[in-house]
């Protein structure tokens, strides 16, 4: 099995920029592929992105896409979420997940994943 936790959240203006980590434990990295969910009060966890575990090929829904950057270094067991130009809509508990494997027509359904870490809250203020 593999750890991941989670860090880098916080309160952030409108416009303004985050760089979450998830650090994973337990099994190597690079035998996962990686993602980031979110989930607002009283709403469903959400696909935010995933990364390959060789990290050459990346997936975003339209929501975050030119705004979001996933990132992976395997020597360092870290994943990353780079988030610029933050909304007030993308408050929300981040939460990182891995998957051994995942067909792409599966990334969206959170059911998916088999791990996950415990969240970080992001707060972006209007």
């Known amino acids: 099995q593999v750890q991941l936790v989670e860090s880098g959240g916080g309160l952030v203006q409108a416009g303004g920029s985050l760089r979450l980590s998830c650090a994973a434990s337990?099994?190597?990295?690079?035998?996962?592929?990686m993602g980031w969910f979110r989930q607002a009060p009283g709403k469903e966890r959400e696909f935010v992105a995933t990364i390959s575990w060789s990290g050459d090929i990346t997936y975003y829904p339209d929501s975050v896409k030119g705004r979001f950057t996933i990132s992976r270094d395997n020597a360092k067991n870290t994943v990353y979420l780079q988030m610029n130009r933050l909304k007030p809509e993308d408050t929300a508990i981040y939460y990182c997940a891995a998957v051994y494997a995942l067909s792409s027509g599966s990334y969206y359904q959170a059911k998916n994943w088999d791990y996950w870490g415990q969240g970080t809250q992001v707060t972006v203020s209007s």
């Open positions: 337990g099994r190597p990295l690079r035998t996962y592929r």
